[in-house]
């Protein structure tokens, strides 16, 4: 298949070339059949490439009929607003279908029109039009699609021995599908949790996602960007890991929609982390496993961007990962993978020159990556794992005492920045229990020490200056702050202190009798409340108006028993998320290389096989 594409390209690249359009005379008459001249083309390609005539003869008419199909689509397109997609089924099929239908169906439609003509069952497959997951509920033409657009079809059946008892596989295949949407929604939902939180909360308690650099330590990032990148780093690790298990019909648009979140980061941020480049690469890997990267009209460009990526982040020469890591060994396979896809879409396009080049690269750096399993048991046995045997044999070209040296040291490293993100968390909690005691909310004291990088006392100004911190309910605290009963004694208090009564009163009220607080925002704002914080006209209190929804000890009971639910809901799918995140932090540069071994082999067999 990859041989034939590759003659075809070839030809394709001749005739473009010589200027010749075999979709019209002489090469094809009135009746849209081959003219006799195609027998000199025959001739004279067959000779200049090397190619069987017969062969070459089935390609070029292949060429020709494609041509013209291409032709009669636009010109009917044209005159009928008909569109023609080019539908690439999944890989046990592996063949491209024309369909044609206007671009005023809606997906569903055209999701059901897919499944009906090639004996597919509908819930069991997704598509892929321009690299995004088809929106069942819009129709073609709201997602911008056009006529020859490529549609490229999913299956997400994990087994292509279910082809009996057709009731039970349709039963279970429906299950499976639900589980798998089941699955990305509480994936969508766990990271959107985990990209709220911050690095205040009690990781012990409540888990919570942070960023690092490549030595393992936190690094600071805007909140909005730290979102995005948070979604997107995990999205793709959620992507990486189905991809671990061959799941690549599944992995994919996990990957597709990592690939949308990074886009909402800055260039700036992107060029500053291999994490994109990564990415990219998954991507165009994805596909080609899928056997489908003729879906993927791009993937010269996102290999082209990882590997300018790399270079921003590595440096020309690496110098930058030597600075960090002290070697750069174990962020070869990137290389190679890069290296072995390039190499593909060279061959695939007809430029052998350049595939034998970029192959034969990616065959070396093979070469110098593979480990040796005695060296791996040698540091297992002394309490090393395999992963980490790898990445450090890589790192240390094959030498065990220097990788043992290497690992242990690592260790320490992450044990002392792990110390010292602990203290950093401690601290922060303490600081949290001082602005507590002193009667502010929990999450004003949260959110105000975040805005102000932990300096405790721009913190109780910040909670000051934001009045609305203070208004956060206390689930403990069921008496509305209408019906709160103020002491006289802490009215007298606050007026002795030269506020006015009614100030007082209203204060109190609003901090349920906290003398502390209510002194503390009174002087703040000069002896009055903010508008904020003052009842409105209507005598409702301005933490009544915020809760509205407790109207009733009904409502209120079914809103408790609905919390509980959705708290359980989110607890399992923040669990989800932090399955699929390795323990270890080089995870995505520990590749066995089993496919690769494979792929560069059959690929090298193309190159030095002769064709005749």
């Known amino acids: 298949m990859a041989q034939k594409k590759y003659l075809i390209a070839k030809l394709t690249s001749c005739l473009r070339e010589d200027k010749i359009q075999l979709w019209k005379p002489p090469y094809t008459n009135e009746k849209k059949e081959a003219g006799e001249e195609m027998k000199e083309l025959v001739q004279k390609y067959s000779s200049k490439l090397n190619i069987n005539k017969n062969d070459t003869e089935n390609m070029l008419e292949e060429i020709r009929c494609k041509a013209i199909e291409r032709g009669t689509g636009n010109e009917n397109f044209k005159v009928t607003g008909i569109a023609r997609l080019d539908i690439y089924l999944p890989r046990r099929k592996s063949r491209k279908i024309p369909l044609e239908t206007n671009l005023f169906i809606t997906g569903k439609e055209l999701r059901s029109q897919i ?14 039009i321009n690299k995004k997951q088809l929106d069942l509920g819009k129709t073609l033409e709201d997602q911008g699609v056009t006529h020859n657009a490529k549609v490229m079809v999913l299956q997400l059946e994990q087994s ?11 039963e279970l295949q429906c299950k499976k599908e639900k589980e798998i949407n089941d699955k990305m ?46 979604l997107a780093m995990g999205y793709h690790e959620k992507g990486r890991a189905l991809m671990k298990k061959k799941e690549y019909e599944i992995a994919l648009p996990y990957l597709l929609d990592a690939d949308k979140h990074f886009c909402e980061c800055s260039t700036e941020l992107l060029n500053t982390v291999d994490n994109y480049a990564v990415l990219q690469l998954d991507i165009v890997w994805c596909y080609f496993r899928l056997e489908q990267l003729d879906c993927l009209d791009d993937a010269e460009k996102k290999l082209s961007t990882a590997h300018s990526c790399f270079q921003r982040c590595y440096g020309e020469n690496h110098e930058r990962l030597i600075d960090i890591k002290g070697s750069y060994g174990r962020e070869k396979v990137l290389f190679l993978r890069l290296y072995l896809l390039q190499g593909i879409g060279h061959y695939h396009s007809g430029r052998e020159k350049e595939a034998a080049e970029y192959i034969q690269k990616a065959s070396c750096l093979y070469k ?38 290497l690992i242990t040291n690592r260790r320490e490293e992450k044990a002392q920045i792990r110390r010292e993100e602990r203290a950093k968390r401690r601290q922060r909690r303490e600081d949290i229990n001082t602005l507590k005691s002193m009667g502010y909310p929990e999450r004003a004291a949260q959110v105000a020490l975040h805005n102000t990088q932990g300096n405790l006392d721009q913190a109780f100004k910040f909670i000051l200056d934001n009045p609305e911190l203070l208004l956060e309910d206390d689930d403990d605290d069921s008496v509305a702050t209408d019906q709160f009963q103020v002491s ?30 209510a002194s503390q925002t009174l002087a703040h704002y000069g002896g009055v409340l903010p508008a904020s914080l003052q009842p409105s006209p209507d005598g409702s209190s301005p933490s009544e108006e915020s809760t509205s929804s407790k109207d009733s000890p009904t409502e209120s009971a079914e809103a408790s028993s609905s919390s509980q639910t959705d708290e359980d809901m989110e607890t399992d799918a923040v669990n989800e998320i932090l399955e699929d995140i390795p323990e270890h932090e080089e995870d995505y540069l520990d590749l066995t290389l089993e496919e690769e071994e494979q792929i560069i082999h059959e690929y090298l067999s193309y190159i030095q096989v002769p064709q005749h």
Do not use: W
């Open 185 to 230: 929604q509480r994936t969508k939902k766990g990271l959107e949790i985990l990209a709220e939180r911050e690095e205040y909360l009690d990781p012990d308690s409540v888990p919570y996602l942070d960023i690092a650099n490549q030595t393992g330590r936190s690094i600071e990032i805007p909140p909005q960007a730290k979102k995005a990148l948070v």
């Open 115 to 128: 499944a009906q003509e090639h004996a597919l069952k509908e819930n069991a497959i997704k598509i892929i």
């Open 160 to 170: 292509d021995e279910e082809t009996k008892r057709r009731v039970q596989e349709e």
């Open 368 to 405: 110098e990556l593979s480990i040796d399993p005695d060296k791996v048991d040698r540091l297992s046995l002394l309490g090393f794992s395999e992963q980490e045997a790898r990445l450090a044999l890589r790192a240390c070209q094959g030498n065990v005492e220097h990788a043992a040296n």
């Open 488 to 517: 006289q004694e802490s009215i007298d208090q606050l007026v002795y202190m030269g506020f006015s009564r009614e100030a007082a009163e209203q204060a109190l009220k609003v901090f349920k009798g906290n003398i502390h607080v």
